[in-house]
């Protein structure tokens, strides 16, 4: 190989990147690729991605001056076999779009050309080898992490990087040391870059803004058997009697018990309570599940006819959006400070109505990185998934304008109190199950609501999503945030005349991003017209596709 160009500034490292790499070696017939959720798939083939995951990671750093860049083992609401990695840019926001790419290449490069591959990519993207480099990097609980983790390592090593292992942690933990490593002894101090620090910032906010109200009844939390147990017992030590939490399905040792028929993704596919909290419910006492790696949060209780009743991210949404539009205005900061809320197209209708008669709402295509950009257009902005995922994001600006604006009577100064202190009960980097927990408590508390009150602001029309095994998910293409297909050619006609014989029909079809796999999405205002929109589109859709045999819908009209 010959002699690097001028290009390349500083040493590069051929001879450890092929000591390291031959220590991790890709297996020849898998292929990887880094979507929304980074690098996920089963946890013992992952080896590899790991070690090539660090080298990046490293890079990545010294592209940006030597900011400390994040890096995420985990694989969130998966089942405990899966396992994955992510990586967290300097703010603590997601990986910049462009370099997904670079992940997808560098992580699908042959043994033999790895370090080849990864010298031309160094040389066209101009980073000086000779800057500093710094990873800080987490797991969950899952039993792949640990050997993953060192492979890892290993990664960093091969570029010289400076490491720092945040041990188990959740997530969200991760992309807040993130912010707070590189934004410390500057104006925009995010907090104490330690777990402790995470913990304090919002708990001593979460204090205040409670401070006066009535006591707040125990909160059941299921922690789905993931990484979300200990650092909710840690939480809880902070909190003390201000927030008492009943903690459920703890276990984080016994194999198989991750997201086993407990978490935030199965109450809200399953529309049901996890079976461990069966008989444990009293009638309208409020209980949440977290996943599993604590990024995502569902609230539910059981109503006086034994019903089950699902809070869930866009029954949040409407809650927190409404509460920050009224102190907005309380503090005289209405002309000022603009409020909006971004959803994707699985929101329900009567959520979007609701929050449209009060403030502007935007719709983008399903993943994290879509909402949050399209949030961060807002002064302040909040998002949330339906499955639970979301936050807040105070614009810069908005920041400054609640540190410096005066207020001219005692209701505004305790309404801008009020905002000062959900700027710091709020994880702004990521969605947070835990942040946002405390932040719908906070206003649960503020507006005296119990469970029932706050699901009866509106009723959500009845929805039923159903998958569809295709061929090839690629042929199925879609426009207007996912809302309308493009290909096949007169799908979309079909749905459209199809929707019209239902009251309050609406459906929409969108390809996995992971797997060959349609969605189908429908709601009407009765349940059983809901569940018999979405097979009839789900047919459609297996008819045009020439969909398998053995998996078509269930119930195939």
């Known amino acids: 190989m010959s002699g690097p160009p001028v290009s390349i500034r500083g040493h590069f490292p051929h001879k450890e990147i092929e000591h390291y790499s031959s220590l991790h070696p890709k297996a020849r017939h898998l292929q990887f690729s880094y979507g929304t959720a980074g690098f996920r798939t089963l946890g013992v083939v992952l080896d590899s991605v790991l070690f090539r995951v660090g080298v990046l990671a490293a890079l990545r750093s010294k592209k940006l001056d030597g900011k400390t860049v994040g890096v995420m083992i985990t694989a969130s609401h998966n089942p405990e076999e899966d396992n994955g990695v992510k990586l967290v840019d300097p703010r603590g926001e997601m990986l910049e779009a462009a370099w997904e790419a670079h992940a997808t290449n560098l992580a699908n490069a042959s043994n033999e050309d790895f370090s080849d591959v990864l010298y031309d990519f160094v040389r066209d993207s101009r980073i ?56 410390k002894g500057t104006k925009e101090e995010y907090g104490e870059d330690s777990e402790d620090g995470y913990f304090q910032k919002m708990s001593e906010a979460f204090r205040k803004l409670v401070s006066g109200r009535p006591r707040i009844p125990p909160l059941v939390i299921d922690c789905a058997n993931g990484v979300g147990a200990p650092i909710a017992k840690k939480l809880a030590e902070y909190l003390g009697e201000t927030l008492p939490f009943v903690l459920y399905n703890t276990d984080t040792t016994t194999p198989g018990g991750l997201n086993n028929n407990c978490g935030a993704d199965y109450v809200k596919t399953q529309q049901k309570p996890p079976p461990s909290l069966n008989g444990v419910l009293q009638k309208g006492q409020r209980a949440c599940s977290l996943d599993g790696d604590a990024d995502r949060l569902m609230y539910y209780f059981i109503d006086e006819r034994n019903y089950f009743l699902m809070l869930d991210g866009d029954k949040i949404a409407t809650l927190v959006a409404a509460f920050i539009v009224d102190l907005v205005r309380l503090a005289g900061l209405a002309e000022q400070v603009k409020v909006g809320v971004v959803q994707t197209a699985y929101a329900n209708g009567a959520s979007t109505k609701y929050l449209a008669d009060k403030l502007p709402v935007r719709c983008t295509p399903t993943g994290v990185k879509h909402l949050h950009h399209a949030a961060e257009q807002f002064n302040i902005g909040v998002y949330f998934e339906a499955n639970g995922h979301g936050t807040v994001l105070f614009s810069p600006s908005t920041l400054e304008k609640l540190e410096k604006h005066e207020p001219s009577t005692p209701a505004q100064s305790t309404a801008l109190r009020h905002l000062n202190n959900l700027t710091q009960l709020v994880n702004q980097t990521v969605g947070d199950a835990l942040s946002d927990m405390l932040l719908v408590e906070v206003v649960l508390a503020h507006k005296a609501y119990s ?6 602001l509106y009723t959500d ?68 017209q809901a569940d018999e929109l979405a097979f009839r589109v789900a047919g459609m859709v297996y008819d045009e596709a020439g969909g398998d045999p053995h998996r078509r819908p269930k119930e195939y009209y």
């Open 461 to 528: 029309l009845p929805n039923r999503l159903v998958k569809v095994h295709v061929p090839n998910r690629n042929a199925f293409k879609t426009e207007d945030a996912e809302r309308r297909l493009v290909s096949p050619r007169g799908l979309q006609k079909k749905i459209d005349d199809l929707c019209k014989r239902y009251d309050g029909g609406r459906s929409f079809v969108r390809p996995s991003g992971t797997e060959d796999v349609v969605r189908v999405y429908a709601e009407a205002v009765l349940r059983s």
């Open 451 to 456: 469970a029932i009150e706050w699901n009866s």
């Open 128 to 183: 000086d080898m000779s800057k500093p480099s710094r990873v800080v990097y987490a797991r969950d609980t899952r039993p792949t992490g640990e050997s993953l983790v060192k492979a890892l390592e290993d990664g960093l090593k091969a570029i010289g990087a400076e490491g720092r292992d945040a041990g188990i942690t959740t997530t969200p933990v991760l992309h807040y040391l993130v912010r707070a490593i590189n934004t």
